[in-house]
Nanobody
Framework: QVQLVESGGGLVQAGGSLRLSCLASRGTASNFFMAWFRQAPGKEREFVAA????????GYADSVKGRFTISRDNAKNTVSLQMNSLKPEDTAVYYCAARLFAAWGPLMQRHSWYNYWGQGTQVTVSS
């Protein structure tokens, strides 16, 4: 099965940018529907962004729309999340998630729908 390894987290000031990367170290990247979730202490894991297997379709939570961009490079087995205009409320552990052979649909916003997860990377936005 696919193994997901995340990187790119860190500390940034409000208004700054970070780019997160998720490397699928095993498996064929084009077979997986991919997404990013985030979780702050004491809060539910929440949907951030998703991308179809081909990369043709993307979707975003309202809270990040216009600021974050999800992309993928299936040749390199990577999925990225470009985060611009960061706010303190974006502070959380960010997780890469995948589901095999999945199609676009409303369940993509549910964390329980995904089969595979990365270890998470901490993003801290200072005010």
């Amino acid at each position: 099965q696919v193994q997901l390894v995340e990187s790119g987290g860190g500390l940034v000031q409000a208004g700054g940018s970070l780019r997160l990367s998720c490397l699928a170290s095993r498996g064929t990247a084009s077979n997986f529907f991919m997404a990013w979730f985030r979780q702050a202490p004491g809060k539910e894991r929440e949907f951030v962004a998703a991308i179809s297997r081909s990369g043709d379709s993307t979707g975003y939570a309202d809270s990040v729309k216009g600021r974050f961009t999800i992309s993928r490079d299936n040749a390199k087995n990577t999925v990225s999340l470009q985060m611009n205009s960061l706010k303190p409320e974006d502070t959380a552990v960010y997780y890469c998630a995948a589901r095999l052979f999945a199609a676009w649909g409303p369940l993509m916003q549910r964390h329980s729908w995904y089969n595979y997860w990365g270890q998470g990377t901490q993003v801290t936005v200072s005010s």
